[in-house]
């Protein structure tokens, strides 16, 4: 099979010949149709995430259909069409796993750095992370919702239920999250970088209220927020914006330092968290709700071979929702 494969990181992508994988006990192979790129892929390939298995096929927003299992697989067929997400085996035996939160269990391992991802034509993936696409997507359009949408309902879901909803960073979970936030009757307010008016008309295009600099106030507080930019200096930004009782969710893997800020930014019972992967729940309620919204998104399609391209389109800001690699469309 073809694949993309990272072999150090800071190193560009390279196209290579790998064998077919053979599915282990518990894991199917999928023949890859589409696969979504992430911002954490990149802080893969650019190796601010420090634990990749080289030599790496990274992404983790894959859709495809099953064409071989392992043994021990159940509830699954060959010929399924079925999307894998970031988070790709838990133990479900330590602390976090055993009381529901296996998206902080301990071993866990993560498709696209510890696990072989979907810039491949083929792939394979342990069965339990697995989860089939809602008919009414085309496999382009459903990557991203493998993680920008189901990170970016977490996100949400933390972020409580505060009717102002501040996102800072205006890329492909936002967009999505922008859509969930109104079908739940929000108003949604967009942050952006110093200038950059093509991600601010796109929110406002899709029906933000406000849509502006970051490093402006808005124009009333917010009763949350919600950071996809991997910028530290947001969160002082962020907690500035939101009332007293207000959220503030830090939603990416990595963030660059947060600068110092005065205790009275935190004050008035303001809360700052993070975001951390997802559960298998979390995706089974957001693909059974993006359907019902309908989540609609915005892609831009680029060829397996392009991947490197994709990703420094992606690192330059320059991409209107979602970049997705198209590796073998379905025959119409
Ligand atoms: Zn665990
Ligand atoms: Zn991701």
Known sequence: MRAMVLE???RPLRLAELALPAPARGQVRLRVHACGVCRTDLHVVDGELREPVLPLVPGHQIVGRIEALGEGVSGLSVGDRVGVPWLGWTCGDCAPCRAGSENLCDAARFTGYQLPGGFAEATVADARYCFPIPAGYPDL???PLLCAG???YRALRLAGEGRRLGLYGFGAAAHIVIQLAQHEGREVLAFTREGDLAS???????GASHAGSASAAPPAPLDAAIIFAPVGA???AALRA???GGVVVCAGIHMSEIPAFP??????????????????????EFLALAPRVPVRTTVTPFPLEEAGRALDALRAGRLEGAAVIVVDPPAP
């Open 8 to 10: 150090a990181p800071g």
């Open 141 to 143: 359009q459903a990557a």
């Open 150 to 152: 189901l990170i970016g």
């Open 200 to 206: 601010q008309r796109f929110a406002r295009a899709l």
């Open 234 to 236: 947001l969160v002082p």
């Open 242 to 244: 939101v009332r007293k």
């Open 263 to 284: 205790y009275e930014l935190l004050w008035g019972e303001r809360v700052l968290r993070s975001v951390a992967n997802l559960t298998r729940r979390d995706g089974e």
